[in-house]
């Protein structure tokens, strides 16, 4: 069986936000498969801030991409091909695809693929049902222990891990408040739970939190770090949790490691913890948070949207829109 696939390479280390030109479109015909290989059609593609951090030539979790490599990207795909004992053709598949039509691969610890129940539809098995409702379910249900009655605050609060926090938070009883972009986003976390939102692009989060957060703040599920996760230090309660998800306002998109808060103290006087997670380490015995986030999606206690970009040759302006803000929800790309 021939076939052609396309795929993004890297070409140069982008600065900032990134252009098409720091890539290159490349068409290719696939060589046959070999003895432990899977073909995979990929389907949908992931998109996430990480991603980013993986073309800066700088150390990470996983090595940075090099010259010449696909883009990484996790994705969904279906087998059309197999020579692995694992794997058999049609299987729907999770990994780390590519931006990439098709996936050639031996199947790795490294590429995290399994094979995914093909009874969701897919843009809910890369959002809630993935690695994002993963990292907001451990983050805050196991790491940040929110008890009834605390006032919990979620910086993104309108993206995908953030807004699954924001609902998973109220379900735990919480006092809910989010930090989002733009009167859309403020007015959608309204929709499904917040107690309470603070425009960050139209207002002074230094100015309105300490109006909201009249009993201090137990728990910072924060996505963004800088200037906002400073100020909100100055308002933690005795024995807070922050937890330290991602930074996004800083660091993703330079080449220079992210400034940190200038009053650590506040975590002295407060005996508070501040904490930094990874969903890599929650996913292989992520069975628990998988069948409560089921439930709770079924009951229709947990909204989610998903923003679906389509088409492979416009990868790179799809990954900028978590950077400016212009996803309204879990990013993704059909292809
Ligand atoms: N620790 C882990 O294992 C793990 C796993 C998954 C995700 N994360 C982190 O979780 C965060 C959210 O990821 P996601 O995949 O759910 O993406 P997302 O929240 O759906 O999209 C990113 C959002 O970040 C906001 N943003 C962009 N630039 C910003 C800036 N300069 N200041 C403040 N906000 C900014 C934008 O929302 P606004 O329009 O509101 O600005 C944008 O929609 C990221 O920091 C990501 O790295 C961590």
Redesign the pocket.
């Known amino acids: 069986m021939m076939i052609k696939n396309k795929k993004w390479i890297l070409k140069e280390r982008p600065i900032g936000l990134v252009k098409d030109s720091d890539f290159e479109l490349v068409n290719e015909e696939l060589p046959a498969i070999n003895e432990g290989e899977i073909l995979i059609e990929n389907i949908y593609l992931s ?4 991603q980013r ?1 993986w073309l800066n030539d700088v150390p990470g979790y996983l090595p940075p991409v090099q010259i010449d490599e696909v883009v990484r990207s996790g994705g969904i795909g279906r087998v059309i091909d197999s020579k692995n004992p694992d794997y058999k053709t049609g299987d729907l598949t999770f990994g780390l695809v590519g931006w990439q039509t098709h996936c050639l691969t031996k199947p790795s610890v490294e590429d995290r693929f399994r094979v995914i129940p093909d009874l969701l539809p897919m843009p809910t098995m890369l959002n809630v049902m993935g ?2 409702g993963i ?1 907001a379910y451990y ?1 805050l249900v196991e790491l940040g222990k929110p008890k009834s009655g605390e006032t919990v605050l979620v ?9 699954v926090v924001v609902q998973i938070a109220k379900l735990k009883g919480c006092h809910v408040i989010g ?4 009167k859309e ?1 403020c007015d959608w976390l309204k929709s499904i739970g917040a107690d309470d939102v603070i425009d ?2 139209n207002y002074d989060v230094h100015k309105e939190l300490p109006k909201v957060a009249k009993n201090g703040i137990d728990i910072y599920f924060d ?4 200037e ?1 996760l400073e100020t909100v230090l100055e308002l933690i309660n005795i024995n807070a949790r922050v937890l ?7 660091g ?1 998109n330079s080449t220079r490691p992210a400034d940190g808060p200038n009053n650590l103290f506040s975590l002295i006087i407060k005996r508070a913890t501040m904490q ?5 380490d929650y996913l292989p015995n992520s069975e628990k948070a998988l069948e409560e986030i089921a439930t709770w999606v079924l009951e229709g206690k947990l909204q989610h949207r998903e ?1 679906i970009q389509e088409g492979i040759e416009n990868c790179p302006q799809t990954l900028n ?11 993704l790309l059909k292809i």
């Not at 998109?47 to 990480?50: A, G």
């Open positions: 998109f996430d801030p990480t951090s690695s994002t990292t983050g910086s993104g609060a309108a993206g995908a891990t953030g807004s930090i989002a972009g733009g986003k960050y692009k996505n963004v770090g800088g906002i330290l998800c991602g930074g996004i306002s800083s993703y930094g997670f990874l969903v890599l923003d829109r978590l950077f400016t803000g212009e996803n309204k929800g879990k990013q």
